[in-house]
């Protein structure tokens, strides 16, 4: 059983920087892509940024220059850095795991809370 901690996660004011981290449990982290998501209240869950076991990253528009992910695969983690927050950006964030190059995102974390304040 595979189990996705996420951690980073508060209260911010726009412009501010927040990194989130999301350490995963087993042995093959490295050969898996990672993914963020985020939910805002009343709204379907998204996706944010994913990276693969190759190191290559996707970002979706709206964070594109502003949020960075990166993983180290010897702590079997991965990372969201988040920079020049908006309120917009507030919502839970999750990280998921998936099969390379799979659409399907098998794992998921319990989430952890980001709030940009204005």
């Known amino acids: 059983q595979v189990q996705l901690v996420e951690s980073g996660g508060g209260l911010v004011q726009a412009g501010g920087s927040l990194r989130l981290s999301c350490a995963a449990s087993?042995?093959?982290?490295?050969?898996?892509?990672m993914g963020w998501f985020r939910q805002a209240p009343g709204k379907e869950r998204e996706f944010v940024a994913r990276?693969?076991?190759?190191?290559?990253?996707y970002y979706t528009d709206s964070v594109k220059g502003r949020f960075t992910i990166s993983r180290d695969n010897a702590k079997n983690t991965v990372y969201l850095q988040m920079n020049s927050l908006k309120p917009e950006d507030t919502a839970v964030y999750f990280c998921?795991?998936?099969?390379?190059?799979?659409?399907?995102?098998?794992?998921w974390g319990q989430g952890t809370q980001v709030t940009v304040s204005s």
């Open positions: 998921a795991r998936a099969v390379d190059y799979s659409a399907t995102y098998d794992y």
């Open positions: 087993g042995r093959t982290f490295s050969s898996y892509t």
């Open positions: 990276i693969r076991s190759s190191g290559i990253t």
